[in-house]
């Protein structure tokens, strides 16, 4: 009896830990991902409404750093019409989508350093 709940315990602690590796962003490299996010994300999210499909504008400071995390959810990622883009890029380099939150976390509303892109 035991047994079975120690081993129970163990396979839900294994679990939360691995969980917990694949969502959590953070850490990345921000001068990265300010050139990423600049490249591949103000395309379409600049001030003007431009390419292919134009959307609202997006800097750091469009966002709280909690609105951040959230926007960078993969539930909410799924519900994004430029989930494609995302998907690419994350194929395309490992880190890139991290580099990107770290940037706009970084420099988020309600950060330290808050920033404007331009
Ligand atoms: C092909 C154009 C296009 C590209 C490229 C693009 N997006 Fe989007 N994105 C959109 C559209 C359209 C929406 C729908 C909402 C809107 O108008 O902003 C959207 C929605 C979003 C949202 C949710 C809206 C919000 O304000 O929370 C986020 C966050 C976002 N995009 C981030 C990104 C990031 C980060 C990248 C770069 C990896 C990116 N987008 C690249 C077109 C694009």
């Given at each position: 009896m035991i047994k079975t709940t120690l081993t129970i315990l163990l396979a839900l602690l294994v679990l939360a830990a691995t969980s917990?590796?694949?969502?959590?962003?953070?850490?990345?490299n921000?001068?990265?991902?300010?050139?990423?996010?600049?490249?591949?994300?103000?395309?379409?999210h600049a001030e003007e409404a431009k390419g292919p499909k134009p959307a609202k504008s997006l800097s750091p400071v469009s966002k709280t750093m909690d609105e951040w995390v959230k926007?960078?959810?993969?539930?909410s990622v799924a519900k994004?019409?430029?989930?494609d883009v995302w998907d690419k890029l994350a194929a395309e380099s490992k880190g890139a989508l991290n580099d990107i939150f770290t940037y706009l976390h970084k420099h988020a509303k309600d950060s330290p350093t808050p920033l404007k892109c331009k």
């Open positions: 917990s590796v694949v969502f959590a962003y953070g850490g990345g921000y001068r990265k991902g300010k050139y990423l996010f600049r490249k591949h994300c103000r395309v379409c926007a960078f959810e993969p539930e994004y019409p430029c989930k």
